[in-house]
């Protein structure tokens, strides 16, 4: 014969059912003491400087506005190539964002330093992003 589930072991299943959801979304972000991936993603809406570290070997992530809704262009990245590989450029959002897509290669510090340009002639390059970056072992 079946009997009915009693009221508390319902809330518990109700309760397990809300609980595994956010526990598995913690487990993708491992820290990086704890086996996680090492690859660093950043968000640089907002402050000009950002500042990180990762080992070589990983993928540095940098997310961004596109300043063309400002009136600007990208006008070029510089960066250490000794150090970093820059893998790709990427818009997304429907083009309001770009998102970079760098390796690490050796040790060594250095920063990406992301400029951009009016429009206009003879304008010149202004620093939009600066990422300093620290590669370890």
Do not use: W
């Amino acid at each position: 014969m079946r009997h009915a589930p009693r009221p508390a072991l319902r809330l518990a299943a109700l309760l397990l059912c809300l609980a595994l959801p956010p526990a598995f979304a913690a487990c993708s972000h491992i820290p990086r003491m704890l086996g996680g991936s090492a690859n660093v993603e950043l968000q640089l809406d907002g402050e000009q400087q950002h500042q990180t570290d990762l080992p070589v070997g990983k993928t540095l992530t940098l997310d961004m506005r596109d300043p063309g809704a400002s009136g600007y262009l990208f006008a070029g990245t510089s960066f250490n190539p000794d150090l970093l590989r820059l893998d790709s450029i990427i818009p997304f959002e429907e083009g309001t964002h770009v998102r970079y897509v760098f390796t690490t290669l050796a040790e060594g510090q250095c920063d990406i330093i992301i400029k951009i340009n009016r429009k206009e002639p003879g304008y010149r390059p202004d620093i939009f992003k600066m990422i300093s970056v620290t590669i370890t072992k």
